[in-house]
């Protein structure tokens, strides 16, 4: 007994050492920021020993250099540690009136936080214009494609299995896209993950101007036993009948793509499919989605993971969007009513048609609601015709959130880089990043060509 009370007792003297190692360090690096605030605020024309204030306050940061604890120092650190302090004191009593003193450390506070906000802005800004601009790799990819492209003859432009396009009994996913990597990613990890492969079809929408890059890629990169579709929103005949798009000034994209919008002309786009997928362009397909299509809708429209539960990513609320003191707006919709996330989303259309919903869309358009984007419009548009999925199914944050569980992102079924940070752009999270490139050959001749490297 008397044996384990000394080791104990050593114990605690042993603790008690580590704690008071590093009292001289910290000292020190108080010391060099206190020296600073009174060069910083010193006059001019103050008679105090300033250069030799400075000339030690240099010898002192480079004495205490990286040193983390009390033994890492040197005797001339200690030394000119005592200098120091024989000249704070000095210094101070030059200093009789606080008020002042104060008044000068509260404008330089100011100031300070002043140049942090500046900063912060200049920050949200770059990363903005990073998300909005096409890097050089990805204009490189397209114009290649493209001029291959229009090197075939008609003939040779023609994807396989043109008979599957609109078979009822297959699995369709839509994916609304200008983007020639985030389609083969997505495109590549379904099928990678797929049981059945021949029953997958793949609607990939984009504009007539990218419609030559992404078909080029997926002739010659055929998907195994998909069948890839490519259409060009440009030639819906139907939508002469809707006005689909208003032009918006707005800076943040989610606002200005109109391949957003076109979510809500689904049935219009197929009328010969009673049921689709709808997978955004910056997902990832990790597991096998045949079971998806078995889920009971219970008569609702679509198919969706909620994101009303707090503490969990992301956490919305529908008053965070839209403003339900409008009495043409508040009266319809409870403002704890369930939010859920676009992206991996189960459509029935025949319900859809059923309850003319497109109409509903374009009314709430009509009512000047355009300006809240796609998310809040699916809520409104959507609302009480929602099944709500298990979370299992869809884990979002991966383009804006560091804190996303990787156990979550290791057990979902489709992982979401929602935000601004795309897994393609040089302002992706790299720790999520690799979930994204190993579904894309980097070995391929084109990605090679355009310096696309993982």
């Not at 929408?205 to 055929?222: E, G």
């Not at 369930?338 to 025949?350: I, K």
Request: glycine share 4%; proline share 4%.
């Amino acid at each position: 007994m008397a044996q384990g009370r000394n080791i104990h007792d050593s114990q605690r003297m042993s603790e008690k050492n580590i704690q008071v190692t590093n009292k001289k360090v910290q000292e020190i690096k108080d010391q060099v920021i206190l020296a600073k605030a009174y060069l910083k605020i010193a006059p001019p024309s103050s008679n105090l020993r300033l250069r030799d204030l400075e000339q030690l306050t240099r010898e002192m940061e480079l004495a205490v250099g990286e040193a983390t604890q009390d033994s890492d120092l040197s005797t001339s650190a200690l030394q000119k540690m005592r200098h120091m302090e024989a000249s704070l004191s000095k210094v101070y009593r030059a200093f009789p009136d606080c008020s002042a003193l104060g008044a000068k450390l509260h404008t330089m506070l100011r100031q300070a936080e002043e140049q942090v906000r500046s900063q912060r802005h200049q920050a949200t800004y770059l990363v903005h214009l990073a998300a909005r601009t096409a890097p050089k790799g990805l204009h490189c990819l397209s114009m290649r494609l493209t001029a291959e492209y229009f090197a075939l003859r008609p003939e040779e432009r023609k994807l396989p299995n043109e008979n599957k396009i609109y078979h009822p009994d297959l699995y369709h996913y839509a994916v609304f896209s200008d983007n020639v990597l985030a389609c083969a990613a997505v495109v590549n990890s379904t099928i990678s993950t797929a049981k059945e492969q021949e029953k997958l079809v793949f609607h990939v929408l984009t504009k007539s101007l990218n419609l030559p890059a992404i078909s080029m890629w997926f002739l010659i990169n055929p998907p195994a036993k998909a069948t890839v579709h490519i259409l060009s929103i440009d030639n819906f005949e139907w939508s002469s009948k809707y006005n689909t798009y208003q032009e918006n000034n707005s800076s943040y994209p989610r606002f200005t793509s109109e391949l957003n919008y076109l979510h809500f002309y689904l049935p219009d786009i197929f009328p010969a499919l009673n049921k689709i997928v709808l997978l955004d362009h910056d997902v990832v397909v990790q597991q096998d989605l045949s079971e998806l299509w078995n889920i009971n809708m219970k008569g609702n429209v679509i198919g969706a993971v909620g994101t009303c539960q707090e503490g969990k990513i992301p956490f919305y609320r529908i008053d965070m969007f839209i403003n339900l003191s409008d009495p043409l707006i508040g009266k319809r919709f409870d403002a704890n009513a369930c939010t859920w996330a676009f992206g991996m989303n189960l459509f029935d259309l025949q319900q859809w048609r059923r309850h003319n919903l497109t109409a509903v869309y374009q009314n709430y358009v009509q009512m000047g609601l355009w300006n809240i984007g796609s998310l809040p419009l699916g809520w409104l548009t959507f609302y009480n015709k929602t099944e709500l999925l298990d979370r299992q199914w869809h884990v979002l944050g991966l383009g804006y959130s560091s804190d996303v569980d990787r156990n979550e992102i290791e057990q979902a079924s489709v992982i979401h880089y929602d935000g601004l940070r795309k897994p393609w752009l040089d302002i992706a999270m790299g720790r999520y990043k690799s979930y994204w490139t190993k579904f894309l050959n980097f070995d391929n001749i084109f990605l090679q060509q355009c310096n696309l490297q993982a």
